[in-house]
Every structure is written in C-alpha cells, then in structure tokens.
C-alpha cells in the first residue's frame, strides 16, 4: 500500500511537500476568512453606532453644572484658546483682550491679576473668585469645592506678619504703613466685595508699582580676590520685593479687612529649600512629577488640617463657618505627567480623559 501510494503521486513532488502546500492553503483561507469576519463586524459596529447615536445622548465627559462657574485667563497678549490650541472647550475664547506682558517678580504679574478680577466682576453671578496657575490641580470634585467656597462668607487669603522681613521699602511710606505690610500666597481665593476693593484700588497699586523693582547691590564674597588690586565684591540681582505675595494681603490689611479673612490659601504648595551654590540659599516650589502624584502623596496633601505660621507663632486650624475642614481644595505645582496620572487614574474624581486626549476636531 505504501509504494502504490507513492507510485501515484506526480513526479518530483513528496508527501512532506503535499502537507506543505495543503497547510499553506489552510493558513490562506483562514486569514481570508478574518479579513471577511473583520469587514462584517466593522459595518455592524457602524451600523448599530449610527443607530444608537440617533437614539441615545452621548453622556457627559465631566459632570459639571457650566451654570455654575466661569472661567478667565491671562495669556500672553494675542494668544487665542480655539480648537487649535487646546482640547477643552471650556477655554475657549475665554482669554482676556487687554491682557499684558507680564515679567516674574514685578509689578505686571499684580497688575495681571487686577484685570482677571476686574473682567470677572463684569458678571453679576460671579460671587466667588479663585486664583490659580496653570500647573495647579484640584484634589477634590467640583460639587465638593463649589460647596466649600460658597458656604464661607470669608476669603481665603494667606496672610501673615514677617518679623524677619527685609523687603518692605520705607519709601512705601506714608501710603503703605510698616505695621500694615504683609506677606503670603498670591493664590488667593475672593469673595465678591474683597474683589471690588482690589479693583478699585487707586492708592495701594501705583505705590508697588513705583517701589517694587529689581535692585542691583553688591555683596562682599567670603573668598579672598585672586587679584589683590580688585575689590573683593559681587554684583547680584535680587528684588527688594516680590509684589505678589505682599499686594493683596498688604491692601486687605489696610482696609481693615482681616477680620473677614480665613489667614490661608486653599491651594497647597510644596516649597523646597535647595542650595544653589555655597553662598546663596533660595526657595522653590518642588513640582509633582508622575512618580510623585499618586494616591498616597495625593492623600497626604488632603490630610493636613491646620498651617503652622513661624514668624507669628500662629497655628490656623483650617474651619468653614466654625466646622473643621481639610486645608487645601486645590494644589500646585504639578508637571503635565503628573496631572495626566491623576486625572487617569481618578485619584481626583471620576473623569473621562480621553477627553482631553483626542485630537481637536
């Protein structure tokens, strides 16, 4: 049977050759048939896509009542949120006409400020005015902030004495008393009449203006002149004044508003203390990487219920209308990585990301 079997097959071609090309033929039709299945299944998915779309409303990416907030930016002047430039509608157009060139540790960066509050104040239904970066993000849902902040007839502003203060200009003065002079975080959070007085403002601002600037000084270097025919000096660049974290705090304090004030921000930064150099010490806000912002770190930052206040040896337990709350609602500085982690993996509430992750139509 064996040789009779092979006695009738074609010359040259061997049983091992027949399976060769039998299985080939089994592999092609099978692709085929995928090929096929693919193609059916991908007309049904459209099919039932377009079916479903005409029957049932896309649910919403964010669950945000629109009602209920407004949102304003400062941008580099001629800068436009559209389509082009960002993948969230809610920016849209809503960058400021007049907005200005604004330079770090100047006047311009308050002067910034004045004209996002003084656009918001346009609109009657804005009670509550928050300030925050653009690396800044929220810990909490919108229901929960919303809630927070409406129910505070207070501000939120961070406020305090520095009896170790070297930048109050007593040039200032008469205008802006030494006794009125603070210090805190520009990120302040407003409410309505806090506002108007910080717009209105026609005493307090031109007076920054004209006495915050850069100062060249010389500072004696502790190693000896290579040269002894040189003197022994060090040109430095340092502001006598950073206006940001003085203005709104030294305004309030001159209207006789801090008794209106919760003395903190509601947005946490992490300051890290790092040397540059042997001689020169700096402060820096440490920026949350992806390896830094996740649940834990996240937790830790929402924890903290009370602000310890060095120079006045004040601690600020952290209430809303006399109920203990945690201190911080939102927190900076957080790189894009970071922010994409916590928004992915919903540490700071549901939310959908593909939706800023689409291309733009």
């Known amino acids: 049977m064996t040789k009779k079997a092979q006695a009738s097959l074609k010359p040259g071609l ?95 960066m308050i002067e910034a400020e004045r004209l996002l509050f003084e656009e918001a104040l346009q609109d009657p239904a804005n009670q509550r005015f928050v300030l925050l970066s653009d690396s800044c993000v929220p810990l909490y849902n919108f229901s929960y902030i919303y809630k927070y902040l409406t129910d505070s007839p207070r501000s939120f502003v961070d406020s305090f004495l520095d009896k170790k203060d070297v930048r109050y200009n007593p040039r200032m003065s008469p205008v802006i008393p030494k006794k009125k002079w603070r210090k805190g975080s520009q990120w302040v959070t407003l409410i309505r009449r806090h506002a108007e007085v910080l717009v209105d403002d026609e005493i307090v601002f031109p007076v920054f203006r004209k006495f915050c600037k850069e100062l060249m000084i010389f500072v004696l270097q502790r190693r000896p002149p290579i040269d002894p025919n040189r003197k022994n000096l060090k040109l430095q660049k340092q502001h006598n004044c950073i206006p940001d974290e003085h203005y709104v705090q030294t305004l309030l304090a001159m209207n006789d508003l801090e008794a209106e004030l919760e003395r903190r921000t509601v947005t946490y930064t992490l300051w890290n203390q790092t040397k540059a150099n042997t001689e020169n010490e700096a402060w820096h806000p440490f920026t949350f990487s992806y390896a830094d912002s996740g649940p834990q770190q996240i937790k830790r930052i929402k924890d903290i219920n009370h602000v310890y206040y060095e120079t006045e040896f004040r601690t600020e337990w952290c209430s809303n209308n006399s109920t203990s709350v945690p201190c911080f609602l939102f927190a900076r500085k957080f790189s894009q990585g970071a922010a994409m982690r916590l928004l992915s993996q919903g540490v700071v509430g549901n939310f959908d990301v593909s939706a800023i992750l689409e291309q733009p139509p």
């Open 14 to 108: 061997s049983m091992r050759h027949v399976l060769y090309l039998g299985w080939k033929l089994v592999i092609l039709v099978s692709i085929i048939l995928c090929v096929l299945a693919f193609v059916r299944i991908q007309q049904y998915s459209q099919l039932t896509d377009s079916s479903f779309s005409t029957a049932l409303p896309r649910k919403p990416r964010v669950n945000v009542d629109k009602a209920k907030f407004s949102i304003y930016i400062h941008s580099e002047p001629g800068f436009v949120f559209d389509e082009s430039t960002t993948r969230s509608a809610f920016f849209f157009n809503r960058q400021l006409n007049n907005s200005i060139k604004v330079a770090w540790g100047e006047a311009s």
